[in-house]
């Protein structure tokens, strides 16, 4: 019998906003999420973050893991590890809990 690993099963889901969607609210995940579009609002997940190129987010960031490339307007929180590319913009505090 296979031990339930929390972990792993956090990091299983995964969510995506593709190029070309646009999402106005806030958004809680326990899973990854990949932003390739445009997201106005908070975002609160246990998992990583990922702002693509085409990325941008207008709003107060909270997660364990952060990769930027894209956009970001607002504070970044995040427990563990944050990464930004030389393609990333962002305005804002970023804090590291």
């Known amino acids: ?7 792993e099963a956090i990091s299983a889901n995964i969510n995506l906003i593709g190029g070309g ?8 995940s326990n899973g990854d999420l990949r932003i390739d579009g445009i997201h ?6 246990r998992g990583k973050i990922v702002v693509g ?3 941008r987010i207008k709003g107060e960031i909270f997660c ?3 990769d ?3 956009t970001v307007d607002g504070k970044i929180t995040v427990s563990e590890l944050i990464a930004l590319k030389s393609s990333s913009k962002v305005t804002g505090d970023m804090l590291s809990t």
Request: no cysteine; charged share 20%; glycine share 14%.
């Open 1 to 7: 019998m296979a031990k339930y690993n929390e972990s």
């Open 21 to 28: 969607t646009e999402i106005t609210g806030d958004i809680t």
């Open 40 to 45: 106005t609002g908070n975002i609160t997940t």
């Open 53 to 55: 190129e085409t990325g």
């Open 64 to 66: 364990k893991n952060a």
């Open 68 to 70: 930027i490339s894209g």
